[in-house]
């Protein structure tokens, strides 16, 4: 696992987790932004009414209504991004990784306004009848490159397990195991069973639940953040402040957090930014192209509402309750991954300043430290002479060695920092977490006490079903595509038994092989829209003549 792990982090590191992917990405956000005149500002509140079918007209084509289309293509982003990927950001890179969060979420509105509009635009009909669209449309129809037509469905189709299976349904059955013991097998399998039911049906069946999911999901969600946030009141101004503050400073040591630098919050911010609300990647135009609309730009309005929805008040909601509750820097027990967990040659303590220098250069990449090789001793689960354990970018504490529930005795062997013999042993102790566990942790420190937990723990569950349930859509009108209508019902069965597979899998490759997926989706995307810019402007110049035409009373934005 560690190996593939490895090579997985290292095509990450070249593709999605690279500053030239994160530089990519912005820079269109950005180029957008300016060249439509900031859409995401000027045009919110029309947004809103064409959500509510002002713009429709009778005898509109589509499978849904812009209501569905939303909460469908929200369903798909509103889900472990929100939830663990906040944690996760914040863990990487401290408080200034949310300021990024954020900024990609204003610039991927405009993002995602105009990868629905071109989509939206050039979608066809599958010969079952039902609506089929996309990038990949517009790269065939308009672009007329079949090949970067195809590398993108196939990418969508390997997104929809590293994106919308694998970490949502890995979320869920972490977190329902650490709040109820409930086996991770066992969540997988109902889940699993649960999901197939719904696929199947298509997306009027997917547009049904989600429709539904949505709304019910993010009030609970709002309610139990509001809870913790209010509770620890005296912490909200210095959270905001450590917010806005560290962007250009980098994030100072507090507790066994041991910093995070301006580059890495910066990368880290925007990468799980964009696994949040997806601006970019794609994915929520093939939910969208299947809206009933006669103009393609209207159908991008009501996207444009997604990123801000999801992330700008979704993720700072998150964000908030984790810096305000202080989880973030605490160390708590915990099983240790193995993805996580390496062993340093020599011994550093947290509690002296210049170790603690010494290891923030080292997790920063600055510096190397040499990393234990050979064997350990263990004696009644206790390490003898243990050198410093680093899991969860933390000094360890407290670490017992176990198998079966029992005390440990025996060697356990060690190459370049990593553990060579499992013998199903287990390594607990204490030291930071991440991810959905400490969202988990941090929905406890609020008046609802230890019941805060469940708030998470259905909100995750809700959160990430729905995405896995929207995410299969995506990859269906990709195998359609490629394979036309046949190929349909093999990917769904594919999906489904992935998805129970991931329930039980690691966490920190799953999240790694998402990173990659996205990369995969997005670049394609964005050389797609950015080629289209010129068309892109003058639909949205046809889009408010006839909007003026219809509602002459109303005021229209200019430019």
């Known amino acids: 696992m560690n190996k593939v792990n490895d090579i997985l982090s290292l095509i990450d590191g070249h593709i999605g987790g690279s500053q030239w992917f994160v530089f990519l990405l912005l820079g269109t956000g950005i180029f957008f932004t300016i060249y439509l005149k900031f859409p995401q500002f000027r045009y919110l509140k029309h947004s809103v009414r064409i959500v509510r079918g002002k713009f429709d007209k009778e005898g509109d084509k589509g499978d849904t209504s812009h209501f569905q289309a939303l909460t469908t293509a929200l369903s798909g982003t509103v889900g472990t991004g929100n939830i663990a990927g906040v944690a996760l950001a914040i863990h990487l890179g401290g408080p200034a990784a949310l300021f990024w969060m954020l900024v990609t979420a204003a610039v991927g509105m405009t993002t995602k306004f105009v990868e629905v509009t071109l ?74 069973i649960l999901l197939g039911l719904v696929i199947i049906g298509g997306i009027k069946r997917i547009a049904k ?34 917010i806005i503050g560290q962007v250009f400073t980098g994030s100072a040591a507090v507790g066994g957090f041991l910093g995070g630098s301006i580059a890495f919050a910066f990368n880290r911010g925007v990468n799980r930014g964009l696994f949040s609300n997806e601006a970019g990647q794609g994915s929520a135009p093939i939910a969208h192209a299947a809206a009933r609309a006669h103009e393609p730009v209207s159908e991008g309005l009501v996207a444009l509402l997604e990123p801000f929805i999801d992330t700008i008040i979704i993720c700072s909601l998150t964000g908030l ?35 603690k220098e010494t290891l923030y250069n080292y997790l920063a990449g600055e510096t190397q430290l040499s990393q234990y090789t050979g064997d350990l001793m263990v004696v009644d689960g206790i390490i ?11 000094v360890a504490e407290e670490v017992k060695v176990w198998v079966n529930k029992q005390a440990y005795n025996g060697e356990l062997v060690f ?37 805060g937990k469940y708030i998470v723990s259905i909100g995750l569950l809700m959160f990430a079903f729905s995405t896995a349930i929207s995410w299969s859509y995506y990859g269906d009108r990709a195998i359609t595509y490629l394979f036309g209508v046949k190929g349909v ?61 219809r509602f002459p009373g109303e005021k229209i934005p200019k430019g």
Request: aromatic share 12%; hydrophobic share 45%.
């Open 321 to 355: 309750v984790l810096l305000s509750s202080g989880v973030w820097t605490e160390k708590m027990e915990n099983q240790f991954q193995e993805a996580d967990l390496f062993v340093l040659t020599d011994t550093y303590s947290d509690k002296n300043e210049a170790d």
């Open 119 to 192: 989509s939206h635009k050039y979608r066809e009909t599958a010969s079952d009848g039902s609506i089929a669209g996309g990038p990949m449309y517009y790269m065939k129809n308009r672009l007329n490159m079949k090949w970067l037509a195809g590398i993108f469905a196939v990418a969508t189709v390997l997104s929809s397990f590293g994106t919308g299976s694998l970490p949502q349904i890995n979320s869920i059955s972490n977190s329902l195991f650490q709040t109820f013991g409930i086996n991770h097998i066992l969540t997988g399998a109902v889940l699993a």
């Open 489 to 549: 019902v093999w990917f769904r069965l594919v999906y489904v038994v992935a998805f129970f597979f991931a329930s039980f899998a690691d966490t920190t490759i799953v999240w790694t092989l998402s990173g990659i997926t996205i990369a995969l989706m997005t670049i394609p995307n964005l050389f797609g829209i950015l080629s289209l810019s010129k068309e892109m402007k003058n639909e949205v110049k046809l889009f408010w003549e006839e909007y003026a035409r």
């Open 209 to 242: 639940v989600t429709s539904t999911l949505v709304p019910l999901m993010a009030a609970i969600y709002f309610i139990g953040a509001m809870a913790v946030i209010l509770y620890n009141y005296e912490n909200i101004i210095p959270s905001i402040m450590a």
């Open 384 to 394: 003898q002479d243990q050198p410093t354990v680093i899991h969860a970018r933390s």
């Open 415 to 451: 190459s370049n920092g990593k553990l060579v013999n499992t013998n199903s042993v287990t390594l607990t102790g204490k030291s930071l977490m991440h991810s959905a566990p400490l969202t988990t942790i941090a929905f406890t420190r609020s008046w609802f006490g230890e019941y």
